[in-house]
RNA sequence: GGCCCCAUCGUUUAGCGGCCUAGGACGCUGCCCUCUCACGGCAGUAGCGCGGGUUCAAAUCCCGCUGGGGUCACCA
């Protein structure tokens, strides 16, 4: 039995089962995400299951604040999945901190077959063991104790040590069809006996993701790059599951291209821009990270790129995926969440918005319902001009407060001239007058007055009279802004003005 | 270093032998629209890493090179 004789699945469709099994060692990372995702739209696809696993199987990385991250940020995303963490399903527990026993009876079965073999070596005297034969000390593992006699065996425990299991690995090359980069092989000899099992029993992650695949009965595996060269080992241990009945099949593989940071570097935790909460906080939507994420390896059509998760589901495939390692671009994902943004009804988006405003003080807790009117009615203005959801603060501030005086910004002060206070002047005068303040009235009395009457440019005109009534040089359509605030207010915010300029 | 993966505009992606004097998007530039900013419209910018083959024909297939990346843990 050294041989790989396991077969690969043959599930299609319905019967696929595809996991996401992050280690919650850090906050959501966005290429974890995106693995997430492509996992989650291959299920929807197929008409398959996405199960939602945790390896907490390293008690001095894991953290439990890191563990209600992943789940949070899987729901706000709105992935969600089949079987796993909180919805349960029938191969409970789905952490692997709460699965040692399962784990205990997978490494008597693989013992007593003889897959597994017991190693005293320490790495000190496997690299010196290289270094005397002449080899290269970082060659790794030479496979020497296979064959241990029993003496030898008792030499080591009245020493005092405990073994380490490791996995017979079968002596002939291994070869899969990767799903997004075709066939791959991997020459006998690349890799030595690895341990399963630290000494003392504990097991390490590479026994407990292939147990727990197998377990699970996931079919299809879609997971990062960097995990490619580790495949071959995990199909010799399928290869080992499958004779002891652990596993019925060997998954197909899929290596999902790297999401890279600035240069040529993986995108890590250093970048701020993996983070997916400050992606959250500066406000992108899920449709719009989502979307962005999507077109990191993959493509729904050659001329488009703004599509719904509805369109991902119903197209995505994992033959489709692109090896080749892409960018995280900051400019084209906000590029995409605006559009995002913009295809929002008004209701939703003004819901999306209240978040921001609370947390920057502008709104109460409980929303009046001035405030609530104002940001509905501000809506459609907003969405159009906006980036992500944050810039809702700067846009909406100088609408929701209630006071006449302003604190101007310095930008928009100095775009001021010496006629400005002339300008604001002949506007208060006029608006006065103006009995249905509504933005079309508006336009047409200011228009007369300053406009045609005084002959000032558009520009001219307007400009002294938006920093009047906002504080800035950059808002939302005067005339409908002045709608929003009232006439009472506007005419207020105009005086103040005059006054103190 | 061994083994493995990757290679189209600045970025992302289309292209899977002839529809390619290489298409879209973002970015950037200019113009138009315009009360600011956006949106929208129009135009422009810029790419098949190199060398060999195979073929009537190669961005597309094969080989080599170069370059980049990953992995070789009693981490995951």
């Not at 000390?137 to 073994?163: C, H, V």
């Not at 070869?175 to 341990?195: A, Y």
Request: glycine share 6%; proline share 6%.
């Amino acid at each position: 039995m050294d041989l790989i004789t396991a077969p690969t699945t043959t599930a299609t469709n319905s019967e696929v089962r595809v996991r996401f099994c992050p280690s919650p060692t850090g906050t959501p990372h966005v290429g974890l995400v995106r693995t997430a995702l492509f996992n989650w739209a291959y299920a929807r696809k197929t008409g398959g299951k996405f199960i939602f696993r945790i390896e907490d199987t390293d008690a001095s990385r894991d953290s439990e604040e890191s563990y209600e991250q992943i789940v949070e940020a899987l729901r706000w995303l709105g992935l969600d999945w089949d079987e796993g963490i909180d919805v349960g399903g029938p191969n409970e527990p789905y952490r692997q901190s709460q699965r040692t026993e399962i784990y205990q009876e997978v490494i008597a079965k693989l013992k007593a077959a003889g897959h597994l073999y017991e190693s005293y070596l320490s790495g000190e005297e496997i690299e010196a063991r290289n270094l005397a034969a002449g080899r290269d000390p970082k060659m790794g593992y030479d496979n020497s104790e296979r064959d241990l006699s029993d003496s030898e065996r008792q030499r080591y425990i009245d020493e005092g040590r405990e073994p380490a299991l490791r996995l017979r690995v079968p002596d002939q090359d291994i070869s899969f069809t990767d799903l997004v980069r075709g066939e791959i092989t991997f020459p006998k000899g690349s890799f030595p006996d690895f341990v399963l099992v630290r000494p003392g029993g504990q097991p390490l992650y590479t026994l407990v993701n292939p147990v727990d695949d197998a377990l699970m009965g996931i079919t299809h595996v879609l997971r990062g790059e960097d995990l490619l060269s580790s495949t071959p080992r995990q199909i010799a241990l399928y290869n080992a599951l499958y004779d002891v009945g652990v596993a019925k099949f060997i998954p197909q593989f899929g290596h999902l291209p790297f999401v890279m940071g600035e240069g040529n570097k993986k995108l890590s935790k250093r970048n701020p821009e993996s983070n997916l909460f400050l992606h959250r906080d500066r406000g992108f939507i899920p449709e719009g990270l989502l979307n962005y994420l999507a077109l990191l390896g993959w493509s729904i059509a050659a001329d488009r790129d703004i599509f719904s998760l509805e369109e991902l589901k119903a197209n995505f495939d994992v033959a489709s995926v692109n090896p080749n390692p892409a960018r995280f671009d900051q400019k084209k994902a906000d590029a995409i969440n605006s559009a995002h943004i913009r295809m929002l009804e008004d209701e939703d988006f003004a819901n999306r918005v209240l978040p921001y405003l609370k947390s920057e003080g502008l709104i109460s807790d409980q929303p009046t319902e001035r405030e609530l009117a104002i940001i509905r009615a501000a809506a459609p203005l907003l969405k159009e001009r906006m980036i992500v959801l944050s810039e809702s603060v700067g846009m909406l501030g100088f609408l929701l407060s209630e006071k006449a005086e302003l604190e101007f910004e310095a930008e928009a002060l100095a775009s001021l001239d010496a006629t400005a206070h002339d300008v604001v002047k002949a506007a208060h005068q006029v608006l006065q007058s103006v009995s249905n303040f509504a933005a079309e009235d508006i336009q047409a009395a200011l228009n007369l007055e300053l406009v045609e009457k005084m002959e000032l440019k558009p520009r001219v005109a307007f400009g002294p009279v938006r920093v009047a009534v906002s504080g800035r040089r950059v808002t939302p359509p005067l005339f409908e802004s002045m709608e929003i605030l009232g006439k009472e207010l506007t005419l207020a915010r105009l005086e103040a003005f005059l006054q103190a300029h």
